[in-house]
């Protein structure tokens, strides 16, 4: 999952919003030298990220749907459907969260930029700065958002154009729709059940 799902399965609590964000930036364990001094909640970000990205990996459900984007996406398939899933996490906002969107939006855009800033690395800093200046969390909902998400990730790619995901999306819209409504609700259940 990319990053709406991860924020919005981060709660309330401000560390596990950080957490969310800052395990791309993590190397090693948590428990390492270099990451043990770190706030017990952010650690709690940490291991919820890691968990939604096991347990994403590891689904067959997604598995399937990675298996639309193979052929012409190679092995960044698996970075387009966590893009694309995320299109179905704001869609679908109403039967998942209590919260209106607009406010969650509101509240971790405040929280990224207030909270824990110190702990922030200058990569970090700068795709916060992005994601609250362009509204990435609400523009997920949008195709031209997911093209505009896609032509960012295409500078870390080689040999593929990721814009070109969105139309393998459109042309099998329902269906991954289905798969997501399927697997979406056992995510969820994955981190209140397994999860201290």
């Known amino acids: 999952m990319n990053y709406?799902?991860?924020?919005?399965?981060?709660?309330?609590n401000h560390g596990?919003?950080?957490?969310?964000?800052?395990?791309?930036?993590?190397?090693?364990g948590i428990e390492?030298?270099?990451?043990?001094?770190?706030?017990?909640?952010?650690k709690a970000g940490l291991r919820l990220h890691r968990h939604i990205d096991t347990f994403t990996d590891t689904d067959p459900t997604v598995g399937k749907i990675k298996q639309k984007f193979y052929t012409p996406f190679g092995k960044y398939s698996g970075v387009i459907?966590?893009?694309?899933?995320?299109?179905?996490?704001?869609?679908?906002?109403?039967?998942?969260?209590?919260?209106?969107?607009s406010d969650f939006r509101?509240?971790?855009?405040?929280?990224?930029?207030?909270q824990y800033t110190e702990l922030h690395p200058l990569p970090l800093k700068k795709l916060i700065a992005s994601m609250v200046e362009h509204d990435w969390l609400q523009n997920y909902l949008y195709f031209w958002g997911l093209e505009k998400a896609m032509?960012?990730?295409?500078?870390?790619v080689h040999g593929v154009d990721l814009v070109e995901s969105v139309s393998v999306?459109?042309?099998?819209?329902?269906?991954?729709?289905?798969?997501?409504?399927?697997?979406?609700?056992?995510?969820?259940?994955?981190?209140?059940?397994?999860?201290?």
């Open 169 to 196: 999306f459109k042309n099998h819209y329902e269906e991954i729709e289905a798969d997501f409504l399927e697997y979406f609700p056992r995510l969820i259940a994955s981190t209140t059940n397994e999860l201290p």
């Open 81 to 101: 459907v966590d893009v694309l899933l995320d299109h179905f996490v704001q869609k679908h906002w109403d039967l998942y969260a209590q919260e209106p969107f």
């Open 106 to 114: 509101s509240r971790i855009y405040q929280s990224l930029t207030t």
């Open 16 to 28: 596990k919003i950080l957490g969310a964000l800052l395990e791309d930036y993590i190397r090693g």
């Open 32 to 42: 390492n030298e270099k990451n043990r001094t770190l706030p017990e909640d952010v």
């Open 151 to 156: 032509s960012s990730l295409n500078r870390r």
């Open 4 to 12: 709406l799902a991860h924020l919005f399965l981060a709660g309330n």
